[in-house]
């Protein structure tokens, strides 16, 4: 009889509980109409459906901005890697820790310098780069497929890379401002053309036999230091790789006489041929005399003509070219349609590694930027997904209720609503269900319609 009992009273209060989710669920399908009826009027929160759909579509929209952006960041590395003046610019740090080595190998830099090298970290972010293009391709498929597994694997592939991404941009950002230093004091000594043409007759390189003896300057004990230093390093392509090419800045050009008086090298014999504009500045990079050039445009008296203030006189011999004392330039470069001059400047290959470095740092935090905000947009998605299922508030809404409680409304409610999933799917027993439906009758009595 008692069993009887127990059981009589269980049942009814397995009863009661269900009607009370009765009750509760026509309340909540009530207060759901209200809100569209009044959400038509004057606008209202949308459900977690639409939070879903509108998270999904900005985190694909994000996921597809990573996937450029990765991309982007491997297309800088590899151009930079293939324009040959990372390779130098390392070639030249190698050089410079190698002069101070002693000084260096106390501050550690020496071995630094050695094994984190410009090409390395260049190499790093390109890699990075396409494992950003693979995780956005994970995180577009998982926000499509509302798949929490891949979104999962998103978030913390974006995670990481974007820690990834900001290292590596700080570090090229830090290495530029240390590097740039020490490449400008090698630029100077090296492709100084007097210094040039002593260091690669003694050390010797094979492009140094067409030098003359009155060309090459004597080399005292610090430069026979330096031309063994040199030759373990095996410098003779970083000079030419180096000292190739130049920028070169206007001069001005009143008159012939300016113009020669202007590219004139301490009374060096000029050379001049007839070549076009393009082609004797190309010939002037050629030759490491060579400081300065003008260029006579034709005229229907004279051709167009291509004068270099100085010269390796090996390397330019009649008839293509003429020698010209100095006095009589101004007369060669007289009667022209056009007279320009340029004086040379500073290597190209220095400011190559500076813009890509400035390409490489821009990319890489813009990237590590854009990863931080599709990492916070999937997890609201995931939240969504999941919170959806359970009827709890969206991530929207949460936020909303930490930064802003008193705004949120009755939004604090749906932390205290009973869960119920069906009577034959839940996991409770009679007992258990029917304290939640009395924990839950109590809370639903006891909550303010104003709560703070």
Not at 44 to 66: F, K, N, W, Y
Request: aromatic share 6%; glycine share 8%.
């Amino acid at each position: 009889q008692q069993q009887q009992q127990q059981q009589h009273v269980s049942s009814q209060a397995w009863a009661s509980f269900k009607e009370f989710n009765y009750s509760t669920q026509q309340q909540q399908q009530a207060s759901r109409a209200a809100g569209s009826s009044s959400s038509s009027r004057s606008g209202s929160m949308p459900s977690s459906s639409d939070h879903e759909d509108t998270d999904g579509g900005a985190a694909i929209c994000v996921a597809s901005a990573v996937l450029v952006n990765g991309l982007a960041l491997a297309a800088v590395s590899s151009l930079g890697l293939r324009s040959g003046a990372i390779a130098v610019i390392d070639e030249l740090v190698r050089l410079e820790t190698a002069q101070t080595a002693k000084r260096q190998a106390h501050l550690g830099l020496h071995a630094l310098f050695h094994l984190v090298t410009t090409g390395r970290i260049f190499w790093g972010l390109s890699g990075t780069g396409l494992l950003v293009a693979l995780a956005a391709l994970v995180g577009i498929v998982g926000a499509k497929m509302r798949s929490r597994q891949l979104m999962a694997t998103y978030v913390i592939l974006a995670t990481v890379l974007t820690a990834v991404a900001t290292a590596g941009g700080i570090s090229v950002l830090q290495r530029r401002q240390v590097v740039e230093p020490m490449v400008e004091r090698q630029v100077l000594e090296l492709c100084n053309h007097t210094r040039y043409i002593r260091l690669a007759k003694h050390i010797p390189c094979p492009f140094a036999a067409s030098y003359a003896p009155s060309e090459v300057t004597p080399c005292g004990a610090f430069c026979m230091w330096r031309v063994g230093l040199l030759r373990q390093l095996h410098a003779c392509p970083i000079m030419q790789r180096l000292c190739h090419r130049f920028f070169y800045t206007p001069l001005s050009s009143e008159g012939g006489k300016n113009c020669a008086a202007a590219i004139e090298e301490h009374g060096s014999t000029m050379y001049m041929a007839a070549e076009g504009e393009a082609r004797c500045r190309e010939l002037c990079d050629g030759d490491i005399r060579c400081t300065a050039y003008a260029y006579s445009g034709a005229s229907r008296a004279k051709p167009e003509r291509c004068m270099l203030g100085q010269a390796v006189a090996a390397e330019h011999l009649p008839p293509r070219w003429s020698p010209v004392p100095p006095p009589q330039a101004a007369e060669y470069l007289a009667g022209g349609s056009s007279l320009s001059c340029f004086r040379r400047t500073s290597p190209v290959v220095v400011e190559t590694f500076r813009t890509h470095g400035r390409r490489l740092v821009a990319c890489a935090l813009i990237l590590a930027v854009v990863l931080l905000a599709s990492t916070v947009i999937s997890c609201c998605l995931v939240y969504n997904v999941n919170a959806h299922e359970r009827g709890k508030p969206t991530a929207q809404e949460l936020s909303l209720m930490m930064c802003c409680p008193c705004c949120s409304g009755d939004l604090h409610r749906q932390f205290s609503r009973p869960v119920v999933l069906s009577d034959e799917g839940s996991d409770l027993d009679e007992g258990d269900q029917t304290s939640l439906a009395d924990d839950g009758a109590s809370r639903a009595e006891d909550s303010s319609p104003n709560r703070c």
